[in-house]
């Protein structure tokens, strides 16, 4: 083998390893944004199980509001009655007279 393509083989040789160096860095980093992914989707997937709880418990204290407003003006009723059910009775005992 003459010098000058011992020279082109050794440089050959070179570039290669440096390839399979890069590969072999190419494969940890894929490996590594592998995980990376994995672990995203694990949170994401426990994001998504906060805000669906956290839209339940939301929708339950709006219905709790409602139920309470509902109340309220209930109480209002039951006053407004029992006022109009004393005015009825005094009505009658003036009659009564």
Not at 75 to 80: G, I, M, P, Y
Request: proline fraction near 1%.
């Amino acid at each position: 083998m003459t010098p000058s393509e011992e020279k082109i083989l050794k440089r050959f040789e070179t570039r290669v390893r440096q390839l399979m160096l890069s590969y072999k860095e190419l494969q940890n980093e894929n490996a590594s944004l592998r995980n990376t992914i994995g672990a995203q989707r694990v949170m994401l997937d426990e994001k998504e199980n906060a805000l669906s709880l956290l839209q339940k418990e939301y929708n339950t204290l709006k219905l709790a509001r409602v139920i309470d407003v509902g109340s309220d003006d209930l109480k209002d009723a039951k006053l407004r009655i029992s006022k109009l059910v004393q005015e009825i009775d005094k009505c009658i005992a003036a009659v009564n007279i």
